[in-house]
Every structure is written in structure tokens, then in C-alpha cells.
């Protein structure tokens, strides 16, 4: 067997979804023929999950959905209400199917060479950056994308715990063609704020995401997830008897501060701050940087990150501070978000794809006035 080269063009220290897509798009770029591609993963520290998106027809990647949807069962200020998506399909997949679909093109790159290892160290000096292994190897690199950790160990302010349950049932519960987003319930404004979403696969089968929004510091894994999740299916579809097949729990973080994208140790994903404050979705956004920073170090020499726009910093800062001082308001408020009835419109918000006068419009429904308030800026 050759020895690894030690030194490589692009190191991607982190081979999640980010680091994967980073991978998969620069392996696409042919500006980057002879680049030496270098990909860190410590596998046994990544749990399988799935994953919800929604896309406007332009995801840049061959993903097969396990399901998908384009009608939306939606908790607004009157009700529950279904709500029909013309331009969007929310749909449903698993980090397996991604990786799948990003390894294909990834394992028949020469380009890229693959370790699973762990990074322990990462620094950066003068125009080259090195990455150290805890098995003691190291490698230089003129760019490194790290999306194994944010900047120092960083502390979100907000965490998104939860668990992803997928249930099957004797009878028929469950209508396939609708899926339920952020059902806040009956227990709206309670602390921390709880919601749950539903994403039926058959008529017997669904995923029953419970979510609870806590502080960043008091992750919340303890807390009786499936007694919710039991009550939940009880309460929404009259299942009172059902069998799980399997779990998934983790955390998301909420709010981090975007890193400098200066420098040659750049953070990609979540990492990045990428992560929607208002959903904690982060999968296509992550695709779209990933395709913008390798596109543009193919034809510039220096990645790119797209920036989120001030304004969505302007409504995301106090939806953050709400959801944990006033769950109250910040229920109340995406409620009446949803009452607009747009779904596509408020797909677009929420991802940050919306234009100034499309906001106009959209927030001309909403009680912009909460978000005024003095304390959520301070
Ligand atoms: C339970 C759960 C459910 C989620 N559901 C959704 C969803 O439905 N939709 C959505 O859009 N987003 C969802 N998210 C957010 C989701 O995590 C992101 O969209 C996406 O996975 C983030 O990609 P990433 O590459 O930044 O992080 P990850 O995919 O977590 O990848 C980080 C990688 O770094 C590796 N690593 C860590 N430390 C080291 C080290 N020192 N050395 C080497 N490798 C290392 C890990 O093994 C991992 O492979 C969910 C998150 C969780 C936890």
C-alpha cells in the first residue's frame, strides 16, 4: 500500500452532510482537475437520522425521496388547518440515502482520498493550514473545511432536542398524501415550547417528530419523549396502540454566531452557523453553500460562502429570544405566520429565499409588533 501523501490542495475535515456535499460538488467543478482532495471522518461518532426538507424543484443533487408531500397540515391561529403547496414538496428522506447518493460520485474520484479518522487539531499559518490526527498523522493544505465542531467548542444559545420515531400500527391511522408541521398543540406556551410533526409513509406507518426547544447549555435527552409522542398520536389520529420500529434522538444547535469566512480554516454546516434558527432544518441550505463555495474556489481560487441576508438576521434574532423567554409569543407568532396561507410563501421565508416585498406581503399578516420589543434586542 503507497503512504498517504501529506500534503493535499483541500482538506474536509468532518464527512457528514456537509463535508460530504463539499466533497460531491467539488468533484464536479472542472476547474479543480488536479486538485489532491483530502476527506476526515470520524464515522463512529455519526448517528444515522432523517431528514425533512423541501425544495422549489432545483435541488442540485439525484436524491429519491422516501416520501414527499405537497399538502401541509399547519397549526395557525385558527386551528389546524391543510394547506395545499404549489411550488414546494416537503419531503422525506434518511442522511443514508444521502450519503449514498454523494458517495457514488465521490468513491470514483480519483481526486478524493477518504480516512476515517479523528481530527485533533486544526490551525492555520501563513498561506497553508494544518490538520493533526489523534493517531498522530498530520497534513497540510492550502484550504481546510471543517464541519466537525464549531469554532472553540461554542455554546448555541438554543437547542432543538428530539427524537424521530418511526411507528406502525395495527389499523389504518394515517392519511400518506398530508404531513403535519410544527403541531404546537394544546400545550402551546408552556416552557420550553414543545411542537411535534408527523410524516406518514403508509396508511400504518409514520415518523412522529417531538421537539423541545431548550437553553444551549441543558440539552434535554432525559425527558419522556415517547410518553409525548404516545399522547401525541393519541390525541391527533386516535392511535392508542402502536409499535416502534425504530429511534432517533439528538440535538441541534440554534443561533450559533456565523465564523469568519476569512482565513484557510473555514467552517462549513452547521459548524457554519447554518442552521435555520426558526426550524432547525439546515440540509438544503447546506447544499447550496457547499455548491456556491466549491464553485467559486474553482473559479476564483478562494471559496465563497453565500451570506444570509441582515434582514433575515433582523427576524430570526427575536424569534430566537422568544422561543426562550416568551414561548407564549413565539407560538403565537409562527401560528399566525402560518394563517397567511401562502405554504409556499413561508417555505421561502423560512429558508431565506424570500424577496423584500415578498416579506412585505407576508409579514403584513403577522403581529409584527412582537418583534419590537425592547427585550428581545437587548
Ligand atoms: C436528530 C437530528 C435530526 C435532524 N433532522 C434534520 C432534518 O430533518 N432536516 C434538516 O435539514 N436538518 C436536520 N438536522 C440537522 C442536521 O444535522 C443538518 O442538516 C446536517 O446533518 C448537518 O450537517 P453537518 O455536516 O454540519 O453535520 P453532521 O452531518 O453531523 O456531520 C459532522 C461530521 O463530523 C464528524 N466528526 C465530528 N468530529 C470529528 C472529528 N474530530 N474528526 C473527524 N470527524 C469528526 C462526524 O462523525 C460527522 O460525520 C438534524 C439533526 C439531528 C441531530
Redesign the pocket.
Known sequence: MSPEPADFDIIL?????????LAYFLGKQPGLDDARILL????????H?????WYDGVLPLPLTPAASYTTLAVDTTAGLRTLSLDRHTLS?TS?QRIFHCLDQVIDADPRITRLD????RIRAHGDRVSVV??DGRSFTAAHCFD???PPSGATPPLL?T???RRVRTAQESFDPSVATFMDFGPGAGEHPVRFHCLLPVSTREAFV?TTRITRGDAPAMGWPFEAAAADYLRRTCGVSDFSTITV?????PLGLHRPSSRGRHLY?????G??KAT????????LHQAERVASSLAATGSPRSPRSSRRFHFYDKPVLRMWLHDPDSAVRFMRAAFASLDADLILDFLDERTTPLQERELLGSMPVRMLLRPRLWL
Open positions: 475535515a468532518g464527512g457528514g452532510l456537509a463535508g460530504r456535499s476526515v471522518d470520524d464515522s463512529r461518532r455519526y448517528h437520522r432523517s431528514i425533512v426538507y422525506l442522511s479518522a479523528h481530527t485533533a490526527l489523534t464541519s466537525t465542531a432543538m428530539g427524537e424521530i417528530e432517533q434522538r439528538g440535538a441541534i462549513v454546516g452547521t459548524a457554519s447554518i442552521i426550524t432547525g432544518y439546515g440540509f438544503t441550505r447546506i
